[in-house]
């Protein structure tokens, strides 16, 4: 079983819809956990980050993190075409070691039709 | 752009072979990290180096090494290449070390082992 989990999608939707992704993990001593947005060809890009549980918003943008539960939701509101993307969940531990070893999801691609 | 440079941006090789990619970070960083992307596996943590020694190790195979030079680029070599090889190669950098530090991704080194 892996780490963390993702559902590849796709995921299609119209415009301006809700859109909700998400990612369960088993690992207790993750505490930072990220959204990243890769569009095809390039490299992950940085959408959001939370350190343990709660809610951080930004934009259109909500990220979501219940750590009894080891789930971590990305909503998405009023999606746009250029939303269209694989979006990556990604978690890191603390510890004494103090690195930033990234574990991360799948990836969902999601397509936002006009 | 992040300011995280990768080359070569496409390579094609033989299986058996050996070739170096190579990275940049953004300036003042520190860390670099390097990941490998497949449609099986996903993304995933191979390596980080911070100012020139090895900070954290993924699943990166005997058979592939990496470096961090004074200038604070990076190579990653992979030898004896197997069909099994061939994925996007993203190197990453951040600031400092540790897991609140944001990660800037790369365009990638896509690999074809033929």
């Known amino acids: 079983q892996k780490e963390v989990e993702q559902d590849p999608g796709p995921l299609s939707v119209p415009e301006g819809a809700i859109v909700s992704l998400n990612c369960t993990y088993s690992?207790?001593?993750?505490?930072?956990f990220m959204w990243y947005r890769q569009y095809s060809r390039k490299g992950p890009e940085l959408l959001m980050y939370t350190y343990s549980s709660g809610n951080k918003e930004d934009g259109r943008f909500t990220a979501q993190v219940d750590k009894s539960s080891k789930y971590i939701s990305l909503f998405i509101r009023d999606s746009q075409p250029s939303d269209s993307a694989t979006y990556l969940c990604?978690?890191?531990?603390?510890?004494?070691?103090?690195?930033?070893?990234?574990?991360f999801g799948q990836g969902t691609t999601l397509q936002v039709k006009p | 752009d992040s300011g995280v440079t990768q080359t070569p941006k496409h390579l094609i090789t033989a299986t058996g072979q050996r070739v170096t990619l190579r990275c940049s970070p953004r300036?003042?960083?520190?860390?670099v990290y390097w990941y490998q992307q497949s449609l099986d596996q996903g993304l995933q943590f191979l390596i980080q180096y911070y100012n020139g020694e090895e900070r954290a190790k993924g699943n990166i195979l005997e058979r592939f090494s990496a470096q961090q030079f004074p200038d604070l680029h990076s190579e990653l070599n992979l030898s004896s290449l197997e069909l099994g090889d061939s994925a996007l190669y993203f190197c990453?950098?951040?600031?400092?070390?540790?897991?609140?530090?944001?990660?800037?991704f790369g365009p990638g080194t896509r690999l074809t082992v033929l």
């Open positions: 300036s003042g960083d520190l860390s």
């Open positions: 690992n207790s001593a993750f505490q930072y």
């Open positions: 990604a978690m890191s531990a603390t510890g004494s070691s103090n690195t930033g070893k990234l574990i």
């Open positions: 990453a950098s951040s600031v400092n070390a540790g897991s609140t530090d944001t990660q800037y």
